[in-house]
């Protein structure tokens, strides 16, 4: 009689993200391409699944910010098998997020948070770290033609940058090639309209739904 050998199922990877098991997912996701699973089901149906998961349940106040760090962390396990393998075969994400905590302003939890999120939601995710100038968002939309620019800024000081980085956005002629979305503690919806942002989101969840909303996808 022959050893019955089971085959990795994407659920069982979904599951091991939600409870954050990053070495489960690691072992799982590997386990997965030995088998010839294609990379994108692995990671439509694994990761991207079960961070749909945790991104449902954040917003349900089900899991707290923690849960949802230690779900990102399995999933970068899980992404660092695949993404390699990704840019080599079909599912290359077709929208681009330029990421930033917004010139003056350290404060970056919330902005990971938020792009794993979107990592975690298949777009591809250009992070320009913390205190970002207007000029450098500037440069890099002309470099890297995002779709979209997710601002973030913690301080009620530096919120006022976003509010600048959008006008040089208009005064460099590139605003309407990008759409931008804003958000952190101190941001609201009615800040947003001032601006003239595209778009705001309370939170890294609501950020991911945002960009599909704007980007149509
Ligand atoms: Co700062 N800090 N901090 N701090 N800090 C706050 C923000 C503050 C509210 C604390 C307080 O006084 N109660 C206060 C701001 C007051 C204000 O302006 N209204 C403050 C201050 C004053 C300061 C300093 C000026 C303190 C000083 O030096 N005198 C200084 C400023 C430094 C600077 O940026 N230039 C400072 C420094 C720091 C640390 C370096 C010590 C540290 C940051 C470490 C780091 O980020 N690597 C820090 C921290 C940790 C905080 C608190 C305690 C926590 C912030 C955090 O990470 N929250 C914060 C008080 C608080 O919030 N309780 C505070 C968790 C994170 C997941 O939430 O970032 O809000 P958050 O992100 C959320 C949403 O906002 C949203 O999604 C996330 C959740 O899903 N979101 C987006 C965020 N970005 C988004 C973008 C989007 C959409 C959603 O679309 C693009």
Known sequence: MGVVKLMVNMQEIADNLIKGQAPKVKELVQKAVDEGVKPSEILSEGLIAGMNVVGTK??????????VLIAARAMHAGMDIVKPLLSKSDAKSTTTILLGTVKGDLHDIGKNLVGMMMEGA????????????????VQAVKDKNPN????????????????????????????????????????????????????????AASAVDKVKELVNV
């Open 122 to 137: 298949g777009f591809e995710v250009i992070d320009l770290g913390i205190d970002v100038t207007p000029e450098k968002f």
């Open 148 to 203: 979209v620019i997710a601002m973030s800024a913690l301080l009620t000081t530096t919120m006022t940058s976003m509010k600048t980085t959008i006008e040089a956005l208009k005064a460099a002629g590139v605003k309407d090639r990008v759409k931008t979305i804003i958000g952190g503690a101190p941001i609201t919806q009615s800040y947003a309209d001032e601006i003239d942002a595209d778009g705001y989101a309370p939170d």
């Open 58 to 67: 954040f917003k349900a106040n089900e899991f707290y910010i923690p849960e």
